[in-house]
């Protein structure tokens, strides 16, 4: 289940499980970490300097579990896995095409409850020569390699054994007692491996908040180097929310997103709920309508972030967190309320921008984007404005980027923000 530690299904890819008694003298040690836990039998020692990987190494065995694989392939192609096993390397380098197991003898199964065996062990049949593997020159069946490959609901793995050795003609034989041993070693590491959640949210505080308010999610992961972590809301994905992460990466605190954006539909009569277009019933309080600036592209608007409970998740490259429920409280009544700004998304300075909403004056409103500022915006009905983009200017929600948040001031005070952002030419 995700956001729960929880074992994966691992699929071990080798030739035979055999079960060696140990000597009383020999003590299995345990390991964990952040991402992996596991019992590793004596004779092995254990790399983890380069998180999230970990490397079990046995004379020239070498057994390389990634638990967070991000891959440039099609999963499931043993070319991608293959970079860093140079006993596979050895063996397919020169293969032309998707790599698969195409090097490899077909050899019985064994199957338990939790995993799967096959081998990889050289085939020297003359299409296989053909298709570029290289064989021991003996011609006897020599093992090069497993590896297994799964997706959990927090990211996807590898598991992979290999042999540092880039002579076809170095590899185990088949059958032989030290591979033999190797393999059942693998097998019973294996069985007590987990797999642990990358990333995992223990709780939010507080639990129910107002847009525009900060809120603090804790747990652990929240720091995952190189993976472009970032909450989300669950059935709103496109928020755009800019987090400050502890150092020890057990806390990320994050702003409600004062408002969400939604499109203009291309058919009379329809309004966007939901990230869909639907016919627009009789009367929908609360669903407000975008209205269409042209007739080629869509507009987008910006509406206050409706209260109801969400979900909150930490997503990244490959990998994401359990959720967690928040509870977003409708914000106190004030004298100056925006309801509906467009466009909000892609604009460019000098491109005509319209608010609805409440308590503006007849003139000496403000509207401030960012640093930016444009005054004297004048409201003949006290319900609209209507003003010229300014160019950019401060520092935006999003390092990189030019957004912002707006909002209106006049002498009855200060409106809520609705998020703005320009056309970003790079």
């Not at 004596?42 to 638990?67: A, C, E, F, Q, R």
């Not at 064994?110 to 065996?117: C, G, H, V």
């Not at 096959?118 to 049949?125: A, E, G, S, V």
């Not at 592209?297 to 490259?317: D, K």
């Amino acid at each position: 289940m995700r956001g729960k530690t929880a074992a994966f299904a691992i699929v071990v890819f080798a030739a035979i499980s055999v079960s060696f008694a140990q000597s009383p003298s020999a003590i299995s040690s345990n390991f964990e970490n952040q991402y992996v836990r596991m019992t590793i039998p004596p004779g092995w020692t254990v790399d983890s300097s380069k998180p999230p990987l970990v490397k079990l190494i046995h004379g020239n065995y070498i057994l390389t579990i990634d638990p967070i694989h991000t891959h440039s392939r099609a999963f499931g192609s043993l070319e991608d896995i293959a970079v860093g096993l140079p006993s596979v390397e050895a063996v397919m380098r020169e293969v032309d095409g998707p790599w698969m197991t195409s090097c490899a003898q077909p050899d019985r199964v064994i199957a338990t409850s939790r995993i799967r065996l096959w081998p990889l062990y050289t085939d020297d049949r003359k299409a296989n020569i053909d298709y570029g593997c290289k064989f021991p020159s003996d011609g006897k069946p020599a093992w090069f390699g497993s590896y297994s490959m799964g997706a959990g609901p927090e990211s996807e793995y590898i598991i992979a054994l290999a042999y540092d050795t880039n002579d076809v003609n170095a590899l185990p034989k088949k059958d032989s007692p030290e591979l033999r041993q190797v393999l059942s070693d693998v097998d019973r590491m294996m069985r007590t491996c987990e797999l642990k959640p990358p990333i995992v949210i223990s709780r939010i505080e507080p639990q129910t908040a107002a847009p525009g308010a900060m809120v603090t999610l804790y747990g652990s992961g929240l720091d995952l180097k190189n993976f472009n972590l970032e909450p989300r809301f669950v059935v709103l994905p496109d928020l755009e929310m800019a987090p400050t992460v502890a150092p020890d990466g057990r806390s990320m605190t994050l702003e409600i997103p004062p408002s969400r954006t939604i499109e203009s539909c291309d058919r009379p009569g329809y309004v966007y709920v939901d990230e869909n277009c639907v016919p627009a019933p009789p009367s929908h309080p609360g669903v407000v309508e975008c209205p269409r600036v042209n007739d080629r592209h869509p507009t987008f608007c910006g509406v206050p972030l409706p209260p109801g409970v969400y979900r909150i998740e930490v997503v990244g490259a490959m990998v994401r967190s359990n959720d967690v429920t928040l509870t977003v409280t409708a914000p106190k009544p004030a004298p100056v309320s925006i309801s509906l700004l467009y466009p909000n998304v892609g604009v460019l300075p000098g491109d005509t921008i319209r608010v609805s909403g409440t308590g503006f004056t007849a003139a000496g409103n403000t509207v401030t984007i960012g640093s930016a500022v444009v005054s004297n915006v004048p409201s003949p009905d006290g319900s609209t404005l209507e003003f010229e983009a300014p160019l950019p200017a401060g520092d935006g929600l999003v390092r990189g980027q030019y957004y912002f948040e707006a909002s209106v001031a006049n002498e009855k005070g200060k409106s809520n923000a609705i998020a703005f952002s320009y056309h970003n030419a790079n």
